[in-house]
């Protein structure tokens, strides 16, 4: 057995003993890899994979892009492609064990956490429709737009278009700032006002805006606003 593979084996073994959390985020990486490249064993290469970019440790899958993956030595396309997907992976498991029971809204921070983790990592703006029936059960949900680093283009038309086609009784409109603060700007205020007033019109009222940052939140209807 050459080197890479003994180095490769050796958090399988403690994987097997210990289980899982018994590993290092370097080890669970060497499990995924198996191997290292020519130039470096594959504990070496994880942990140049951890401590790229901003130093951000498992962060840097999501983080990263596979252009920004394959400029470590040793990390090609097929390998790149393969963490970028694993970072989806847990992505999508952290938001399907929070559908497991469709959400009732009865407070904006409920709503806020439940999204939090999907919309943090987004490097754009991004505006998703939460679409509720009359007893606030949520129904569905669909991104109607998606911007640039700096804003999200919303089309009250598509709004409400789209709710009546689910046949939504209820609404609430949420998007993320990139840059982490969840403060709303001008046009986040006015077009929020603009929304309210035709949901009346419609008889699909909103029940929210909630825009996302890092780790934090601001509900308009929280801070009355709505």
Not at 50 to 67: C, D, F, K, T, W
Not at 112 to 130: G, I, N, P, S
Not at 147 to 154: E, M
């Amino acid at each position: 057995m050459d080197k890479k593979s003994y180095m490769a084996e050796m958090p399988y073994e403690r994987f097997l003993r210990g289980g899982s959390r018994a590993l290092s985020d370097a080890e669970l990486l060497a499990l995924l890899l198996r191997s290292g490249s020519k130039d470096r064993d594959v504990f070496t290469l994880c942990e140049e994979i951890l401590h790229a970019g901003n130093n951000n440790g498992l962060m840097n899958l999501h983080q990263l892009s596979v252009e920004e993956l394959c400029r470590i030595p040793g990390i090609g396309p097929v390998t790149a492609v393969k963490l970028k997907s694993v970072a989806e992976i847990a992505i999508r498991l952290s938001v399907t064990a929070k559908d497991k029971d469709k959400p009732v809204f009865t407070r904006p921070r409920d709503i806020a956490d439940r999204y939090m983790e999907r919309f943090r990592h987004e490097t754009v703006e991004k505006c998703l429709l939460l679409m509720f029936d009359s007893r606030l059960h949520l129904m569905c949900e669909e991104v109607i737009s998606t911007g640039t680093v700096h804003s999200a283009l919303i089309s009250p038309r598509d709004i409400f278009t789209t709710a009546l086609r689910h046949q939504a009784v209820n609404v609430l409109l949420m998007h993320n700032h990139p840059g982490g603060d969840p403060t709303p700007s001008k046009e986040d205020r006015e077009i929020t006002g603009r929304i309210a007033s035709l949901g009346v019109m419609m008889q699909v009222p909103l029940l929210d805006h909630i825009i996302l940052g890092d780790r934090i939140y601001y509900s308009f209807k929280e801070k009355g606003a709505l």
